[in-house]
């Protein structure tokens, strides 16, 4: 009987909390960005700069009801949807889960992120569903048509995160590995590779279809050539700061102006904390403009090749600022309200907004700066624990969500190679992943300690029936 009314006061909190995040930001908060995606949605073409796939949706929902409105609903349904199955997941639901879920619905992650429109919350709502599809399927793995249908929807789920973030596709390689083991530990090697396999295969082939689909609208723009020329030109800008009698010989050698302009402007300019400074010089802009991609590659492969610890050392300064945030308001972790280019507001029919309860929302969420619920930090040493304990305790559905910690750990060392700035919503998702896990374990928190009090040298053997199936 308890066990019922704490799943359904769990359940009561977290659909009260999706109801007040959809009411709070409706229709949704919508940065610059965020315009410029939901524009190339309705026109129906595709700027090379940001994954299409965003747009694409965006475009979608903007059909059946003008705005991202709906974008804002799926991005909701996705994540607290997912924390509501998971009281599914076991026998009984811990009223200690009902304390977590309050406590979760309150963080500026779930009340105001989930009504901002940015690729960073679709990636990370997209990945936590795709997980705790896997979980599902994990445990319910001996009914062959739910176990196909909660497959089919996890890799659905995790193609769509693969698609919303260049460096997304990392979050489906270890999807189809958490299968792969799953599986084995289900029905042995052979099945853990055909399973791998088969999903391995269906899913670059989606992507592959989907990315050619979805390009074939694009503006075939240089978006991506764009982006790594800028960041090597802040790696190089960087080194240069750092030692700044470094040797630049590609680019003394075939743009003398545009190696004078770094080691002047460029110096003057950098901060580790984002790339944004740089424009302050037109003149290092323009030659960034018509630089030629293959020239900026070559002196960037001197730099990591004939200097490696500098670049390292650069690197490192610039992750720490996208990973510790030291200086918190710096990396923007709040944004409220509707803002963009005027052309593209003028065209969506829609209207700045800074309104009384933006402001409010924006006020509370600003309350939680300088403390560990808005650190990545802090949520990425809390992924570390739950990592840890889920590989001692080996339940049904643990390997799924210890999957999720490892997937978020390995998308956040991405950044160490690719980070301009410290924007807080860049890993959004190992905040998401450490509440999500942090709730699953919540839910029977005796589970582990209960079997932990009869170990006495063998772990596996002495699990429970229920355990081993």
Same mark, same amino acid.
């Given at each position: 009987?308890?066990?019922?009314?704490?799943?359904?006061?769990?359940?009561?909190?977290?659909?009260?909390?999706?109801?007040?995040?959809?009411?709070?930001?409706?229709?949704?908060?919508?940065?610059?960005?965020?315009?410029?995606?939901?524009?190339?949605?309705?026109?129906?073409?595709?700027?090379?700069?940001?994954?299409?796939?965003?747009?694409?949706?965006?475009?979608?929902?903007?059909?059946?009801?003008?705005?991202?409105?709906?974008?804002?609903?799926?991005?909701?349904?996705?994540?607290?949807?997912?924390?509501?199955?998971?009281?599914?997941?076991?026998?009984?639901?811990?009223?200690?889960?009902?304390?977590?879920?309050?406590?979760?619905?309150?963080?500026?992650?779930?009340?105001?992120?989930?009504?901002?429109?940015?690729?960073?919350?679709?990636?990370?709502?997209?990945?936590?569903?795709?997980?705790?599809? $896997? =979980?599902? *399927?994990?445990?319910? !793995?001996?009914?062959?048509?739910?176990?196909? @249908? #909660? +497959?089919?929807? %996890?890799?659905? &789920?995790?193609?769509?995160?693969?698609?919303?973030?260049?460096?997304?596709?990392?979050?489906?390689?270890?999807?189809? $590995? =958490?299968? *792969?083991?799953?599986? !084995?530990?289900?029905?042995?090697?052979?099945? @853990? #590779? +055909?399973?791998? %396999?088969?999903? &391995?295969?269906?899913?670059?082939?989606?992507?592959?279809?989907?990315?050619?689909?979805?390009?074939?609208?694009?503006?075939?723009?240089?978006?991506?050539?764009?982006?790594?020329?800028?960041?090597?030109?802040?790696?190089?800008?960087?080194?240069?700061?750092?030692?700044?009698?470094?040797?630049?010989?590609?680019?003394?050698?075939?743009?003398?102006?545009?190696?004078?302009?770094?080691?002047?402007?460029?110096?003057?300019?950098?901060?580790?904390?984002?790339?944004?400074?740089?424009?302050?010089?037109?003149?290092?802009?323009?030659?960034?403009?018509?630089?030629?991609?293959?020239?900026?590659?070559?002196?960037?492969?001197?730099?990591?090749?004939?200097?490696?610890?500098?670049?390292?050392?650069?690197?490192?300064?610039?992750?720490?600022?996208?990973?510790?945030?030291?200086?918190?308001?710096?990396?923007?972790?709040?944004?409220?309200?509707?803002?963009?280019?005027?052309?593209?507001?003028?065209?969506?029919?829609?209207?700045?907004?800074?309104?009384?309860?933006?402001?409010?929302?924006?006020?509370?969420?600003?309350?939680?700066?300088?403390?560990?619920?808005?650190?990545?930090?802090?949520?990425?040493?809390?992924?570390?624990?739950?990592?840890?304990?889920?590989?001692?305790?080996?339940?049904?559905?643990?390997?799924?969500?210890?999957?999720?910690?490892?997937?978020?750990?390995?998308?956040?060392?991405?950044?160490?190679?690719?980070?301009?700035?410290?924007?807080?919503?860049?890993?959004?998702?190992?905040?998401?992943?450490?509440?999500?896990?942090?709730?699953?374990?919540?839910?029977?928190?005796?589970?582990?300690?209960?079997?932990?009090?009869?170990?006495?040298?063998?772990?596996?053997?002495?699990?429970?029936?229920?355990?081993?199936?």
């Amino acid at each position: 009987m308890w066990a019922g009314k704490s799943r359904a006061g769990t359940a009561a909190i977290l659909m009260a909390g999706w109801i007040a995040a959809l009411l709070i930001s409706w229709p949704g908060q919508l940065s610059y960005d965020s315009i410029v995606q939901l524009h190339d949605g309705r026109m129906g073409f595709y700027h090379s700069w940001h994954p299409p796939v965003m747009a694409w949706l965006l475009g979608l929902g903007d059909f059946v009801i003008r705005g991202a409105g709906l974008f804002v609903v799926l991005d909701t349904t996705l994540f607290f949807g997912a924390l509501l199955s998971l009281l599914w997941i076991r026998q009984r639901v811990s009223w200690i889960a009902t304390i977590v879920a309050a406590g979760l619905a309150f963080l500026p992650q779930c009340l105001l992120y989930q009504g901002v429109v940015w690729k960073d919350v679709l990636f990370a709502d997209c990945t936590v569903a795709g997980f705790v599809c $896997l =979980a599902h *399927a994990e445990v319910r !793995w001996q009914r062959r048509s739910v176990r196909f @249908a #909660l +497959l089919c929807a %996890a890799f659905a &789920l995790l193609i769509l995160a693969a698609l919303a973030r260049q460096n997304g596709l990392i979050v489906l390689v270890a999807g189809i $590995l =958490a299968l *792969a083991v799953i599986a !084995w530990r289900k029905t042995g090697a052979g099945s @853990a #590779l +055909l399973h791998g %396999a088969i999903v &391995l295969i269906l899913s670059m082939a989606v992507c592959v279809a989907a990315t050619l689909a979805l390009n074939a609208r694009s503006d075939h723009g240089e978006g991506t050539t764009a982006q790594l020329k800028l960041l090597r030109l802040y790696d190089i800008v960087g080194a240069v700061a750092t030692r700044p009698g470094l040797p630049l010989p590609e680019l003394q050698v075939d743009s003398p102006e545009f190696e004078h302009l770094i080691r002047t402007d460029g110096v003057r300019l950098y901060s580790p904390e984002r790339n944004d400074t740089l424009v302050g010089s037109q003149a290092l802009q323009a030659q960034l403009a018509i630089a030629k991609p293959e020239l900026l590659k070559a002196q960037w492969a001197d730099l990591v090749v004939h200097h490696p610890w500098l670049y390292l050392k650069v690197r490192t300064v610039e992750f720490g600022w996208v990973f510790l945030t030291p200086d918190i308001a710096d990396c923007r972790p709040v944004f409220t309200g509707i803002e963009g280019p005027a052309s593209e507001m003028e065209d969506l029919g829609i209207a700045p907004r800074h309104s009384p309860s933006d402001l409010t929302l924006e006020r509370y969420a600003r309350s939680f700066m300088g403390t560990p619920f808005l650190s990545h930090a802090f949520f990425a040493v809390l992924a570390l624990v739950i990592l840890i304990v889920l590989l001692r305790r080996r339940a049904p559905g643990d390997l799924a969500m210890t999957a999720m910690q490892g997937a978020s750990f390995a998308f956040t060392a991405t950044f160490f190679m690719i980070s301009i700035a410290c924007d807080y919503r860049y890993l959004y998702f190992v905040d998401l992943a450490a509440l999500t896990g942090f709730f699953y374990l919540a839910l029977e928190p005796g589970y582990l300690f209960q079997v932990r009090a009869i170990w006495s040298g063998s772990f596996w053997e002495l699990r429970s029936d229920e355990r081993k199936s």
